[in-house]
């Protein structure tokens, strides 16, 4: 597969809260090793440098474009039990691509890393950090759809996630063939999907992911057509 250097990226850092404190840390690196691998595996044509743990409870990737951060952050969700902060940064790079996350390095990287420190400072779920002055919007929604998120109960989380997943598969699936896929009625799964306000989340993701999509396109960057080459992974 080749990779074509751009003139930037979105960095995606993360730290699990407070994981020194955990009596079950060893199962909480797991699960987030093996979310890692499903991300890395979901979204290999979208990432340049593979997601990786670069310091026991952190962990680093970099995407090719901001269109799938909420799939992927949902990726995290389901398969991390303990809550966790994200930055998140978009700039360009000063090194040459490599599968190793750890040997790049760059303003989108600097973003990334000072966003995380803002978010751990002030104990919000995310910070976004870019050139855009709607940046600040951009991670007031981000805390709003993911403050939502980590309110569910365990049930509602399990059923939530499910719903969405065959949603995203089969946009024409029915409510009834949901649920009969999870073993409940019909008006249970309209009643917890109501309770953890997911068609004011979806709405929310949607419209971010259109914004984010048509900021990324037009949002002033071009590419140096001078500083194009292609990696061969």
């Not at 987030?32 to 890395?40: D, E, F, H, S, T």
């Not at 048509?214 to 990696?231: C, F, H, I, N, S």
């Amino acid at each position: 597969m080749t990779r074509t250097l751009q003139n930037r990226y979105v960095v995606v850092t993360g730290d699990l809260k407070s994981s020194r404190k955990l009596k079950d840390r060893a199962e909480v690196q797991e699960e987030l090793k093996n979310a890692l691998r499903i991300v890395n595996r979901r979204f290999d044509e979208e990432i340049p440098s593979k997601f990786m743990v670069v310091g026991g409870d952190s962990f680093q990737g970099m995407l090719s474009s901001p269109k799938y951060l909420f799939d992927i952050y949902y990726v995290f969700f389901e398969n991390i039990r303990h809550q966790f902060y994200l930055g998140i940064g978009v700039g360009d790079i000063s090194t040459g691509l490599s599968e190793n996350v750890g040997e790049i390095d760059g303003e989108s990287f600097h973003k990334a890393s000072d966003a995380l420190e803002r978010a751990k400072k002030e104990n919000i779920w995310i910070v976004f950090k870019s050139e855009w002055e709607i940046e600040g919007v951009v991670t007031c929604l981000l805390n709003f759809m993911v403050d939502v998120m980590w309110s569910w109960t365990k049930r509602q989380r399990e059923i939530v996630t499910y719903y969405r997943k065959v949603k995203n598969e089969k946009s024409s699936v029915t409510l009834e063939e949901v649920a009969e896929g999870i073993g409940i009625k019909k008006q249970t799964l309209s009643k917890i999907l109501k309770r953890s306000k997911y068609k004011l989340l979806k709405e929310a993701e949607d419209t971010f992911v259109d914004f984010i999509s048509q900021k990324w396109l037009t949002g002033g960057y071009k590419p140096k057509m001078a500083d194009r080459e292609v990696m061969v992974k």
